[in-house]
């Protein structure tokens, strides 16, 4: 019984060290990938490529698998010896880390996978929005194209035709309102959501603005549009796309259009 216990304190102490290395590198391996994306030190094929698609899911089950091992391990020591052998934290840390980034991953790609990829979306498709000059000479070669004229999906369907199966609540909102009461009520709502507000224009009732996520910085681009209906009130259309054309949004681009709308919408008499 001695040799087996001796045995088992031989694996499970350096199995400690080794769960306490994978708990703190683990996220900060994360972070960096991250952040370094956000912060342009590494580009978005690193960073959200390589270090979170690639190594990321192997790093995080090592985490589960060297953690639920010494838990286990040390649980048998302490059945045989009626004492447990090395630190438990460093194992329920690595375990936590592994259980908490696998569960992040697996609910990504349950988003990624029931959502069909519409990374232009806006509430005029017939006659979306459309950037200044000067904001499309400001892009990049790599970036999602701007014209919207044209676009299809992944399955080779027109944009407008997805979106309407998708969203088909994404519309032109109309407000009881005039453009210029509306256009600043806009506007405002934009400074609050932190948008990057370019571009402004009350005369023409329209303006530009940029927004990146948290992590990854993934930058996305928005136009909105506010024209008068005729009878005195506005006709108010919003358009968000994706800079990254080959990263699915998760819906990010509706959500925020259908965001702006209600909260447009709610101040309507």
């Known amino acids: ?3 087996l216990l001796n045995i088992l304190r031989a694996v499970i102490i350096p199995l400690g060290w080794l769960c306490a290395l994978l708990a703190l590198a683990t996220p900060l391996w994360f972070a960096v990938a991250a952040f370094g ?3 342009d030190f590494l580009d978005t094929a690193t960073g959200l490529g390589w270090m979170t698609r690639t190594i990321g899911r192997p790093l995080l089950m090592a985490c589960l698998a060297v953690g639920g091992t010494a838990i286990l391990l040390t649980l ?3 059945l045989l010896g009626r004492r447990l052998a ?3 934290v460093a194992p329920v840390l690595a375990l936590a880390a592994g259980t908490a980034g696998l569960g992040w991953m697996w609910k ?3 988003q990624r996978a029931a959502l069909p990829p519409v990374l232009d979306v806006t509430t005029d498709p017939q006659d979306p929005p459309h950037f200044s000059p000067g904001f499309r000479a400001r892009r990049t070669t790599g970036d ?4 919207y004229e044209g676009k299809r999906a992944g399955d080779g369907r027109p944009l407008p035709v997805l979106q309407a199966e998708i969203y088909p609540d994404i519309v032109t909102l109309a407000v009881a309102q005039p453009p210029e009461q509306v256009f600043e009520r806009a506007l405002d709502y934009a400074h609050e959501q932190r948008w990057r507000v370019g571009t402004a224009s009350e005369s023409a009732g329209m303006f530009e603005a940029g927004t990146e996520s948290l992590w990854y910085g993934l930058r996305d681009d928005i136009v909105v549009r506010v024209r008068e209906d005729g009878d005195g009130g ?3 259309d919003i358009r968000s796309l994706s800079r990254e054309p ?3 949004d998760l819906g990010r681009n509706a959500r925020r259009v259908r965001d702006f709308s209600a909260a447009i919408g709610n101040g309507r008499e």
């Open 234 to 236: 506005s006709l108010v």
């Open 76 to 78: 048998l020591h302490g």
């Open 108 to 110: 990504v790609d349950e």
């Open 1 to 3: 019984m001695q040799t």
């Open 37 to 39: 994306t956000k912060w």
């Open 86 to 88: 090395g630190p438990v």
């Open 246 to 248: 080959d990263i699915h």
């Open 144 to 147: 999602q194209p701007l014209a």
